[in-house]
């Protein structure tokens, strides 16, 4: 017989979603490459597959649903994975592990405006809601209060959304607190807590199981002030892969990263498109492969203008280094 893998997962951190967890992704990430640990933590990894098969298993009773969810635990490709949906199914984590991952309960402290949040993102990409967003296009599915016995399924349908995303919110958090002592060792942080100094050195101290460098404070994926509601649903996705994890601090310090940050994200995005055709059958190899001139050519010209500028900086600074130079004589 066979001996079953052993999950490569230590660190399993779980919030409501809305609440920092690309912020926290980024900062264990830091946490381990400043402290020389050779590890990776990944947002939402499997995130919609756990949900899928949780809801399966609810929905027929049949278990090898939930032998999906631990075959993906056990072939985890990482070290630490941070996100949401998993507040379900801890019990498989636990078992999947044998007990050597350490849990994080993310909580923000600002019920409302996660809330809010959370209500406003299931309106503007209703495709990962059913359950919680009335529209046709909510096909991936998420937990909901039928699903644990909470009310029947004609009791939750005829609530509004704002009222189930209160209940998903409670219930996650309610399913985190019952579940820590399934691992080994456990922390509790307020979202609003991620990049201050004690919140820092205490996720730093419990990431390493020993204090170690403390990494900067982290930004990530914070409220971009631009107004897209009424642009088709097409448009409001193209904006969300392209402002997604901006780290609006480091836009401030480093003009520069904002270039690096909305050419990595329109990659990410072209990418998505070629991989998933069914899901945009307008795009073809044509339409895919100008997009790409057309970005060659906007970067080229770009390029050429950083050169430039560079070129007539230099020609500045050898100018005055040649008066300079004819004053002393």
Same mark, same amino acid.
């Given at each position: 017989?066979?001996?079953?893998?052993?999950?490569?997962?230590?660190?399993?951190?779980?919030?409501?979603?809305?609440?920092?967890?690309?912020?926290?992704?980024?900062?264990?990430?830091?946490?381990?490459?400043?402290?020389?640990?050779?590890?990776?933590?990944?947002?939402?990894?499997?995130?919609?597959?756990?949900?899928?098969?949780?809801?399966?298993?609810?929905?027929?009773?049949?278990?090898?649903?939930?032998?999906?969810?631990?075959?993906?635990?056990?072939?985890?490709?990482?070290?630490?994975?941070?996100?949401?949906?998993?507040?379900?199914?801890?019990?498989?984590?636990?078992?999947?592990?044998?007990?050597?991952?350490?849990?994080?309960?993310?909580?923000?402290?600002?019920?409302?405006?996660?809330?809010?949040?959370?209500?406003?993102?299931?309106?503007?990409?209703?495709?990962?809601?059913?359950?919680?967003?009335?529209?046709? $296009? #909510?096909?991936? @599915?998420?937990?909901?209060?039928?699903? /644990?016995?909470?009310?029947?399924?004609?009791?939750?349908? +005829? =609530? *509004?959304?704002?009222?189930?995303?209160?209940?998903?919110?409670?219930?996650?958090?309610?399913?985190?607190?019952?579940?820590?002592?399934?691992?080994?060792?456990?922390?509790?942080?307020?979202?609003?807590?991620?990049?201050?100094?004690?919140?820092?050195?205490?996720?730093?101290?419990?990431?390493?199981?020993?204090?170690?460098?403390?990494?900067?404070?982290?930004?990530?994926?914070?409220?971009?002030?631009?107004?897209?509601?009424?642009?088709?649903?097409?448009?409001?996705?193209?904006?969300?892969?392209?402002?997604?994890?901006?780290?609006?601090?480091?836009?401030?310090?480093?003009?520069?990263?904002?270039?690096?940050?909305?050419?990595?994200?329109?990659?990410?995005?072209?990418?998505?498109?070629?991989?998933? $055709? #069914?899901?945009? @059958?307008?795009?073809?190899?044509?339409? /895919?492969?100008?997009?790409?001139?057309?970005?060659?050519? +906007? =970067? *080229?010209?770009?390029?050429?203008?950083?050169?430039?500028?560079?070129?007539?900086?230099?020609?500045?600074?050898?100018?005055?280094?040649?008066?300079?130079?004819?004053?002393?004589?």
């Amino acid at each position: 017989m066979l001996k079953r893998q052993i999950s490569r997962l230590q660190l399993l951190a779980v919030g409501a979603g809305r609440d920092g967890t690309v912020s926290l992704t980024e900062i264990i990430n830091r946490i381990y490459a400043q402290n020389g640990i050779v590890a990776t933590a990944a947002h939402e990894y499997a995130s919609r597959d756990v949900y899928r098969n949780y809801c399966a298993f609810r929905e027929t009773g049949k278990h090898k649903y939930l032998g999906f969810i631990e075959d993906s635990i056990r072939d985890c490709p990482v070290e630490a994975v941070v996100g949401n949906g998993y507040a379900f199914v801890l019990d498989v984590f636990a078992r999947a592990s044998q007990g050597r991952i350490r849990l994080i309960h993310l909580r923000r402290r600002d019920r409302e405006a996660c809330l809010r949040s959370l209500v406003e993102n299931a309106r503007l990409y209703p495709e990962a809601y059913r359950y919680y967003a009335d529209d046709p $296009r #909510a096909l991936v @599915p998420r937990a909901a209060a039928f699903h /644990l016995g909470d009310m029947t399924r004609e009791q939750w349908d +005829a =609530l *509004s959304l704002e009222a189930r995303k209160a209940w998903y919110f409670d219930a996650t958090h309610r399913l985190i607190e019952t579940g820590r002592h399934l691992f080994v060792n456990s922390m509790s942080i307020a979202t609003e807590d991620l990049s201050t100094p004690d919140g820092l050195a205490r996720l730093t101290e419990f990431v390493l199981g020993r204090p170690g460098e403390v990494p900067e404070p982290v930004h990530l994926n914070r409220h971009v002030p631009l107004d897209f509601t009424d642009l088709p649903a097409d448009q409001r996705l193209s904006l969300h892969f392209l402002f997604n994890n901006l780290d609006l601090a480091r836009s401030a310090r480093e003009n520069s990263y904002l270039l690096h940050h909305v050419a990595a994200r329109f990659l990410d995005w072209w990418r998505y498109r070629n991989a998933n $055709r #069914a899901e945009f @059958p307008a795009e073809n190899d044509a339409s /895919l492969a100008r997009e790409l001139d057309l970005a060659e050519h +906007a =970067l *080229s010209a770009c390029l050429a203008s950083v050169r430039a500028e560079k070129e007539c900086l230099a020609g500045v600074a050898r100018d005055i280094g040649g008066r300079n130079r004819a004053a002393r004589r």
